[in-house]
């Protein structure tokens, strides 16, 4: 069964230094893997996705991701985090068609910015 | 186009009542989902539908019941509401192929 790993409940960072979220999947075959962001009283959003290719994905918000394989890991990094970046980040491992038909997500990261 | 639509935004409920969320889409779009979202336990699948008039049963599915007779909605309802059911509920919908879209999310509290 497909599972997904946030070690970090909470995060918080200044405003302008670099953030790198973790994230851990569980999955038999090539995942197709999600991040989504969820601003307070919001539906999810989604940030970045990764099919195949290039292990690196560039996503919204200037957010960016690196899957690697040999770690079974899909980190989110921002180089320069803002105030309106505080939000709860999910990470998603995704299967069937697509990787949308069944998707699986992580129990979240909750990041804080102080000025 | 107003995506997903969620109603209502906000319900308090006495256990044992029952009541329906309604999930609204006008993107044409074929999956529809059901999904809770409780504090540490992020988002878990309750039920959802491959398309009109057809449903099944996601990871958490007991208490909870689904319809899709139209393509553009699909209810869940509660015939029952128990204290554990207390949840924030997104609905999603997606085309055959392509993302998810989330609605804005329904917040209930059963007393």
């Known amino acids: 069964a497909q599972s997904v790993t946030q070690p970090d409940i909470h995060i918080t960072v200044s405003e302008g230094a670099s953030l790198e979220l973790r994230c851990n999947y569980s999955?038999?075959?090539?995942?197709?893997l999600f991040w989504y962001v969820q601003s307070p009283g919001q539906g999810l959003q989604l940030l970045l996705k990764y099919f195949s290719g290039d292990t690196l994905v560039q996503g919204i918000k200037g957010f960016e991701a690196e899957f690697k394989r040999s770690q079974s890991s899909f980190n989110l990094r921002k180089p320069s985090v803002h105030w309106s970046d505080a939000a709860e980040y999910f990470c998603?491992?995704?299967?069937?068609?697509?990787?949308?038909?069944?998707?699986?997500f992580g129990t979240g990261t909750k990041l804080q910015v102080i000025p | 186009n107003a995506g997903v639509t969620q109603t209502p935004k906000f319900r308090v409920l006495k256990t044992g009542q029952s009541m329906t969320l309604l999930c609204a889409q006008d993107?044409?779009?074929?999956?529809m989902y059901w999904y809770r979202q409780d504090p540490g336990m992020g988002l878990r699948l309750i039920h959802y539908s491959v398309g009109e008039g057809t449903t099944a049963k996601g990871e958490v599915p007991d208490g909870y019941n689904v319809s899709r007779l139209k393509k553009q909605n699909f209810l869940l309802g509660l015939e029952s509401a128990a204290p554990s059911q207390t949840s924030v509920y997104f609905c999603?919908?997606?085309?055959?192929?392509?993302?998810?879209?989330f609605g804005p999310g329904t917040r209930l509290t059963v007393t």
């Open positions: 998603a491992v995704g299967a069937g068609a697509g990787g949308y038909q069944k998707v699986t």
């Open positions: 999955y038999g075959a090539t995942p197709y």
């Open positions: 993107m044409n779009h074929e999956y």
């Open positions: 999603a919908s997606r085309p055959a192929v392509g993302r998810e879209y």
